[in-house]
Every structure is written in structure tokens, then in C-alpha cells.
């Protein structure tokens, strides 16, 4: 069993940054790939970056590629979200959660956080 806990999210403009984290309990954390979700308003819930269990592998979605950055820290039991570049078409709620399939999959997800909302102004 993994608990995760979002924090980070706010209100920022477009082109700033934000760390968005996963503090994550339960002794298994570090088997467990993390993935960070978003789900803009009206919209379908989309994978957004994974980290595999030993940070050695990583996954972008095409949207944040080249801005967002994806970094775990095993021994702290946390999972980063580095958010560049922001763009209004980033406003959205942030989940994370945990999973043991590599690739990572789009849905089916073992554990969730309940998520933190980031909003960016134009």
C-alpha cells in the first residue's frame, strides 16, 4: 500500500515556473514507478511524466516535453515535478501516482494522490 500526497500547486503567470511535489508513505515507495496526471477542466485525464522505480528512466508527454522535468528521491519518499515555461493550456488539477507496469500505461493506475490544482494566467 503507497499513500501519496500532492503539494505545490498555485496560481502563477505564463512563463513562470513551479515544483510541483509527491510525498509518498507506505515502505514499498521506491518498487513503484510515479507518474504525474492532469486533468484540465472538460477535458480527459492525461498522462503527463514518469519516473520508473530507480529514477533511471523517464517519460514525457509530448506537451511538456523539453519544460517539465521529472526527479524522485527515494530516500526522502518523493517524487518532483520541475514545471518551465508555463502555459496557460497547463492550468489543470496535478495527480500523482504509483504503478509497477513499465512502459508506463495511460490508465489503471495502482494508488492516487487526490491532487493539487495549478493554475497559469495569460
Known amino acids: 500500500q503507497v499513500q501519496l500526497v500532492e503539494s505545490g500547486g498555485g496560481l502563477v503567470q505564463a512563463g513562470d515556473s513551479l515544483r510541483l511535489s509527491c510525498a509518498a508513505s507506505?515502505?514499498?515507495?521506491?518498487?513503484?514507478?510515479i507518474g504525474w496526471f492532469r486533468q484540465a477542466p472538460g477535458k480527459e485525464r492525461e498522462l503527463v511524466a514518469v519516473?520508473?522505480?530507480?529514477?533511471?528512466?523517464?517519460y514525457y508527454a509530448d506537451s511538456v516535453k523539453g519544460r517539465f522535468t521529472i526527479s524522485r528521491d527515494n530516500a526522502k519518499n518523493t517524487v518532483y515535478l520541475q514545471m518551465n515555461s508555463l502555459k496557460p493550456e497547463d492550468t489543470a488539477v496535478y495527480y500523482c501516482?504509483?504503478?509497477?507496469?513499465?512502459?508506463?500505461?495511460?490508465?489503471?493506475?495502482?494508488?492516487w494522490g487526490k491532487g493539487t490544482l495549478v493554475t497559469v494566467s495569460s
Open positions: 501516482a504509483a504503478d509497477h507496469s513499465w512502459p508506463p500505461r495511460s490508465s489503471g493506475w495502482d494508488f
Open positions: 507506505g515502505r514499498t515507495f521506491s518498487t513503484y514507478g
Open positions: 519516473v520508473n522505480w530507480s529514477g533511471g528512466s523517464r
